[in-house]
């Protein structure tokens, strides 16, 4: 099963597996991650799944699409960056293995 590194604002790393299908933030949830609150529960209506994509890994995730709901939602995330990210509209695949995302401060 491919796995997920999060990392805390405060350098903490919690190493997760990931079932193929489920978002990036719903592993968070599933496993207690510290710093993914989920309040919307991933439908892209708010931004407290925010993570920014280690850039080494931009490449396979992507990045949001400008003009789309995830955009929309990052322009209301507290220190938006490049590489910023809705992990509930990132969705494990094989590929991903290794991910790593790290958390922003804080999610409001």
Same mark, same amino acid.
């Given at each position: 099963?491919? %796995? *997920?590194?999060?990392?805390?604002?405060?350098?903490?790393? /919690?190493?997760? @597996? *990931? !079932?193929?299908?489920l978002?990036?933030?719903?592993?968070?949830?599933?496993?207690? *991650? !510290?710093?993914?609150? +989920?309040?919307?529960?991933?439908?892209? +209506?708010?931004?407290?799944? /925010?993570?920014?994509v280690? !850039?080494?890994?931009?490449? %396979?995730?992507?990045?949001?699409?400008?003009?789309? #709901?995830?955009?929309?939602?990052?322009?209301?995330?507290?220190?938006?960056?490049?590489?910023?990210?809705?992990?509930? #509209?990132?969705?494990?695949? @094989?590929?991903?293995?290794?991910?790593?995302?790290?958390?922003? #401060?804080? #999610? /409001?």
């Amino acid at each position: 099963m491919p %796995k *997920v590194t999060y990392i805390e604002y405060n350098g903490t790393e /919690h190493l997760v @597996e *990931v !079932p193929i299908g489920l978002s990036v933030m719903r592993g968070a949830v599933n496993n207690n *991650v !510290p710093g993914i609150d +989920a309040d919307c529960g991933g439908e892209c +209506a708010c931004a407290t799944c /925010h993570v920014y994509v280690d !850039p080494a890994w931009l490449d %396979k995730t992507g990045t949001p699409v400008p003009g789309s #709901q995830e955009a929309s939602m990052l322009s209301f995330a507290a220190e938006g960056e490049f590489n910023s990210r809705l992990s509930c #509209q990132i969705a494990m695949r @094989e590929e991903l293995d290794g991910l790593i995302v790290r958390m922003p #401060q804080g #999610q /409001h």
